[in-house]
């Protein structure tokens, strides 16, 4: 069983930062690119940012720089510190990650989502 726990979201007022965590457990041999997306009220899921196991990263143009992705390999965490946030940043906050896993192969899996609200 693999799993993705999501944690530090929170209530902000705009102009502060939050730093996520995107902690994936269980029997995982490899990670490939991690990501984040995010979906505020009544809109779609959209890609904020992703990073591959070697550190490339792609931000949506909405969050470049103001958010920065990044991973811990050795931990099979992720992270994005947002600063800067805007009441438009408001959503609930996914982790995507490709894992390869001893029972299922590679395969996408996704966190609960932690919610971040911006504060005008």
């Known amino acids: 069983q693999v799993q993705l726990v999501e944690s530090g979201g929170g209530l902000v007022q705009a102009g502060g930062s939050l730093r996520l965590s995107c902690a994936a457990s269980?029997?995982?041999?490899?990670?490939?690119?991690m990501g984040w997306y995010r979906q505020g009220p009544g809109n779609q899921r959209e890609l904020v940012a992703t990073i591959n196991r070697g550190g490339m990263t792609n931000y949506a143009d909405s969050v470049k720089g103001r958010f920065t992705i990044s991973r811990d390999n050795a931990k099979n965490t992720g992270y994005l510190q947002m600063n800067s946030l805007e009441p438009e940043d408001t959503a609930v906050y996914y982790c995507?990650?490709?894992?390869?896993?001893?029972?299922?192969?590679?395969?996408?899996?996704w966190g609960q989502g932690t919610q971040v609200t911006v504060s005008s």
């Open positions: 995507n990650a490709q894992i390869q896993s001893m029972t299922f192969g590679l395969r996408p899996y």
């Open positions: 269980g029997s995982i041999l490899s990670i490939s690119t």
